[in-house]
């Protein structure tokens, strides 16, 4: 039942996109497209291995589709409306392509070669005995669908909530908002190529170095504002939804558009992203504990004196 209640929210919110005149073309063409692609590249694949990792294979190339069908199913293409599109295909590619050096890396779909289970998710086992959750084969399959169930919810709601806006015409808000996912983007992008950088020369320990410096998970940081960039973008379409469809499924496309940027912020800080990354790094690290007493965990700030023990 907790399982079931976790996927309740993004079923509501899919059913509104589904039942909205101006979303449900795209709703249901992007439902198909993420059913058939996480279960050939995930679920399919995750049965037989009882290995989570293949949903960051399907989860980025599913924000490639909902980018795709955004611009394939729209009855008018606007400037706003082609612009939330390539933020999709360059959000869900860039993550997309490194998926595919993964599945090299640890032979995924390597027939006879030793699949390696990523620490996030090797970490989600211990969550499982925690939460008294048995059933591995079922624990793998719900991790899988509840992001596919995002994909075709929550996280599609900035975009189809744009696509079905005919009469937006760009402006202020928008150029603003397009501008802070832009800078968001490339900053995500210099985090990565940051600590690259830093494990290619060899260097033990933490990387504290450029945005390193200022928060212990940079790259998660841009990542979650690159989504609040498109709920900003979204925002101004969403009274013309309200004239559109009934009220009820206006609040839910409504608790959809939050639900995107909090779904990120809870992945990234606690589910699959900060949490387990910070449990692994203090038992290889030495130096991580240091690193966490100077250093914001999420949001960028200054670095802090580490407190001394009273004498």
Same mark, same amino acid.
């Given at each position: ?5 976790? +996927?309740?929210?993004?079923?509501? #919110? ?18 198909? =497209? ?9 679920? *399919? @694949? $995750? ?18 589709? *909902? ?27 860039? +993550? ?11 032979? /995924? /779909? ?5 699949? #390696? ?38 996280? !599609?709601?900035?975009?189809?909530? #744009? ?38 020369? $060899? ?25 609040? !960039?498109? =709920?900003?973008?979204?925002? @101004? ?11 009820? =499924? /206006?609040?839910?496309?409504?608790? $959809? ?55």
């Amino acid at each position: 039942m907790r399982r079931l209640w976790a +996927m309740l929210p993004f079923a509501l #919110v899919g059913v509104a996109l589904l039942l909205d005149p101006g979303t449900a073309g795209p709703a249901w063409s992007n439902l198909a =497209v993420q059913a058939v692609l996480f279960t050939l590249a995930a679920a *399919i @694949p $995750g049965y037989l291995t009882r290995h989570v990792s293949y949903v960051d294979v399907a989860w980025p190339w599913g924000l490639v589709g *909902i980018g795709l069908v955004t611009v394939f199913t729209a009855d008018q293409l606007n400037v706003v409306t082609v612009a939330i599109a390539v933020a999709y295909l360059a959000m869900g590619a860039r +993550m997309g392509l490194w998926s595919l050096v993964l599945t090299i890396k640890h032979g /995924w /779909w390597t027939p006879g070669s030793p699949k #390696v289970e990523l620490p996030r998710y090797q970490y989600q086992r211990r969550r499982w005995e925690r939460q008294g959750f048995h059933s591995e084969a079922w624990s793998v399959q719900y991790e899988i669908w509840l992001q596919g169930l995002a994909n075709a919810s929550a996280l !599609a709601v900035p975009a189809f909530i #744009v696509a079905a806006d005919h009469q937006r015409p760009p402006a202020v808000w928008s150029l603003a908002a397009l501008t802070l996912w832009a800078a968001s983007y490339v900053l995500e992008s210099v985090a990565d190529r940051q600590k690259q950088r830093f494990a290619a020369r $060899g260097k033990r320990g933490t990387c504290d170095r450029g945005l390193w410096r200022y928060s212990r998970h940079p790259n998660y940081f841009f990542q979650w504002m690159q989504w609040n !960039a498109l =709920v900003l973008l979204a925002l @101004p379409s969403l009274p013309a939804r309200f004239h559109d469809t009934t009220p009820l =499924v /206006w609040v839910l496309l409504t608790l $959809g558009l939050f639900l995107a940027s909090w779904t990120l912020y809870a992945t990234l800080t606690k589910h699959t992203g900060a949490r387990p990354a910070e449990y692994y790094s203090l038992r290889k690290r030495p130096d991580y504990a240091q690193y966490q007493a100077t250093t914001n965990m999420f949001f960028p700030g200054p670095v802090k004196t580490p407190q001394k023990d009273a004498e």
